[in-house]
C-alpha cells in the first residue's frame, strides 16, 4: 500500500511541475542564438529618414570645411560615416530625433530572422560596389532597455557600420542578407 501512495505523489508532483513550467513558457518568445549570433538582444527599433543622395554626397564633399561642432557636422558623420563610434553615446538617439528620423518598432515575430541575418558569415559577394554609403535605415537593438548594439544601412551600396558586434561583422549582408533584410524593414512591417 505504502508503494502506491509513494507513486501516487510522485506522479502528482510531476504532473504539477510540468504545470508550473508550461505557464512560464506561453507568453514569450523564444529568440534562437548561438555563439555566432552580433547581439544578445530582445528590443530592436528601426530609424530610417528618405534623403536625396545627391544632395547629402555634394554636403559631403565639404565636410572637412564645416565646423566639427556644428549640427550639420554632426548630421552629416551620422549619415555618411563612422558616427557613433560606440554604443554608449548618450546622444545618438538624441540626434535621430533631431534629424527627424522616423522610428518604428520591429515586431518581435522577426527577431529570429533579424538574429540569422546579424550574425557572423565568411559567405562573400564577388562584387565591390563603388559608392559613398549614406546611411538612411539604422537599427538599434536592445537588451532591457540597455543599447547592446547599432547597425547602419546603406541599401543603394550594399553597406553596413555596425557597432558593438560582439563577432567580426565585416561580411554582413553579403549573399542575399541585404535583400532578407530589405524585405523585413520595407516589405513584411
Do not use: W
Not at 561642432?69 to 538624441?94: Q, R
Not at 558569415?121 to 559608392?131: E, F, H, P, R
Not at 559613398?132 to 551600396?157: H, M, N, Q, S, W
Request: charged share 30%.
Amino acid at each position: 500500500m505504502k508503494k502506491y501512495i509513494f507513486l501516487i505523489l510522485i506522479v502528482c508532483f510531476r504532473f504539477l511541475n510540468c504545470k508550473n513550467s508550461e505557464n512560464k513558457i506561453v507568453n514569450t518568445i523564444e529568440i534562437k542564438s548561438n555563439n555566432l549570433n552580433f547581439f544578445d538582444f530582445d528590443k530592436v527599433e528601426h530609424y530610417y529618414k528618405d534623403i536625396d543622395a545627391g544632395d547629402i554626397l555634394v554636403e559631403m564633399q565639404r565636410l572637412e570645411t564645416i565646423d566639427k561642432k556644428s549640427e550639420e557636422h554632426n548630421y552629416l558623420n551620422l549619415i555618411g560615416y563612422d558616427y557613433p563610434k560606440d554604443v554608449n553615446d548618450e546622444k545618438f538617439i538624441d540626434n535621430l530625433i533631431k534629424f527627424k528620423f522616423s522610428k518604428v518598432q520591429i515586431e518581435d515575430k522577426f527577431y529570429n530572422e533579424l538574429n540569422k541575418l546579424f550574425s557572423f558569415s565568411n559567405c562573400q559577394d564577388d562584387y565591390g560596389l563603388a559608392c559613398a554609403p549614406v546611411y538612411r535605415d539604422i537599427l538599434v537593438f536592445y537588451k532591457e532597455e540597455k543599447i547592446v548594439g547599432i547597425a547602419k544601412i546603406c541599401f543603394e551600396c550594399d553597406k553596413s557600420d555596425v557597432i558593438g558586434a560582439k563577432k567580426d561583422a565585416s561580411f554582413f549582408g553579403h549573399c542575399g542578407g541585404y535583400g532578407k533584410l530589405y524585405k523585413i524593414l520595407k516589405v513584411k512591417q
